[in-house]
């Protein structure tokens, strides 16, 4: 495998620990993903996908094991260290697109680069670039509320990669979406991920889209096992 971008190893959660309604998760999460590789991540409801995401995205932390991103790790450094990492190196999308409704989809994605101190003119480019990458150039004036639930989820594609992060996770980024949009955002997402380089963990419950991935790994009783 290429240079290993996540890497989890015997990686264990539970809710309320120790108390009399614990409830464990994840019980020993084994997962190398390489850059440039996309993972489907398969899960039943309430399997821990959210968890796993939270923890690999650095977002929440594990009781136990390695959490490591580029071959950094992660386990016991400092928030700060750890925010630093996250929004350097991870991308989120989710099912819902979380854009801040009173920006246009450019502004959506040139804000989060002028917080990591990029100049507002290379941020625009970058914008510009992205949208054009996923076919919407022309709705880069619109506000959310004015574009399409697809339209919606490509801008919350090109602001997770906006930072140029080095690993993408995704939480049922098509979840929402009627099944032939949901086709063609994927292959949106699928095609920018592919021209990146990037390495992708993407949980879906379709299982069609999850097999035109390089590998699908599914989550049962709180281990990882291969698809
Ligand atoms: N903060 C919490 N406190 C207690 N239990 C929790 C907490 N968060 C999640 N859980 C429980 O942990 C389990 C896994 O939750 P998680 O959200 O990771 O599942 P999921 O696979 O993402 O589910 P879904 O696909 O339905 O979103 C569930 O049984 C849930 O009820």
């Not at 409830?23 to 850059?35: E, K, P, R």
């Not at 990591?116 to 949208?131: F, N, Q, T």
């Amino acid at each position: 495998m290429s240079e290993a971008m996540l890497k989890l190893a015997g990686v264990e959660k539970a809710y309320n620990k120790g108390k009399a309604n614990e409830v464990s998760v994840l019980s020993g999460i084994d997962l190398t993903i390489g850059a440039g590789e996309m993972v489907a991540l398969v899960a039943p409801s309430g399997a821990g996908k959210s968890t796993l995401l939270h923890i690999a995205g650095l977002l929440d932390t594990a009781d136990a094991g390695v959490v490591e991103i580029g071959g950094e790790d992660m386990v016991g450094r400092s928030d700060r260290r750890r925010t630093i990492t996250r929004r350097q190196e991870v991308g989120f999308v989710y099912q819902f697109h979380h854009l801040l409704p009173e920006f246009t989809a450019e502004e959506n994605i040139v804000l989060p680069q002028l917080a990591d101190g990029i100049s507002r003119k290379v941020a625009e480019a970058r914008a510009a670039e992205l949208l054009s990458q996923v076919g919407i150039a022309d709705r880069a004036g619109h506000r959310p509320n004015a574009m399409s639930g697809g339209e919606q989820q490509r801008v919350a594609f090109c602001r997770a990669l906006a930072n140029s992060p080095r690993l993408l996770l995704a939480d049922e980024p098509t979840g929402n979406l009627d099944p032939g949009t949901s086709d063609q955002v994927f292959a949106a997402l699928m095609e920018l991920v592919r021209g990146t380089g990037l390495a992708a963990l993407i949980a879906t419950h379709n299982l069609e889209l999850a097999a035109r991935m390089d590998r699908v790994v599914k989550l049962e009783n709180g281990r990882i096992v291969v698809g």
